[in-house]
């Protein structure tokens, strides 16, 4: 059985942070492109960040970029987003999800995910 389960998530004032985890099991981990994707209330979904299977390489939205960084630990199937000065608009559900291809220069786009996690709420409020 497939399962990516997020954790870390929480309430945090302006400024604050937060690390978010995702453990996998149930697939080749190591071999999975892996993204960090958040939802807010009444807004679509959107990609945070992303990691090549060996760590490598990395991308972020540029409403993150300085502030969040996306690590990997394929030994131990885990997925990390280290998320520094925290602002109100990061307030959002915040998925972690598994793609088989790695695009070049970008994240790849959201239907390329065959794996999520069921999320972690990360509210950034004074």
């Not at 937060?18 to 071999?31: D, I, K, M, P, Q």
């Not at 490598?56 to 540029?62: A, N, S």
């Not at 960084?69 to 131990?76: G, L, Q, V």
């Amino acid at each position: 059985e497939v399962q990516l389960v997020e954790s870390g998530g929480g309430l945090v004032q302006p400024g604050g942070s937060l690390r978010l985890s995702c453990a996998a099991s149930g697939f080749a981990f190591s071999l999975s492109v892996m993204s960090w994707v958040r939802q807010a209330p009444g807004r679509e979904r959107e990609g945070v960040s992303c990691i090549n299977w060996s760590g490598g390489t990395t991308y972020y939205t540029d409403s993150v970029k300085g502030r969040f960084t996306i690590s990997r630990d394929n030994a131990k199937k885990s997925l990390y987003l280290q998320m520094n000065s925290l602002k109100p608009v990061d307030t959002a559900m915040y998925y972690c999800a598994a793609a088989p291809i790695w695009y070049s220069g970008a994240c790849p786009p959201q239907y390329e995910y065959n794996y999520w996690g069921q999320g972690t709420q990360v509210t950034v409020s004074s």
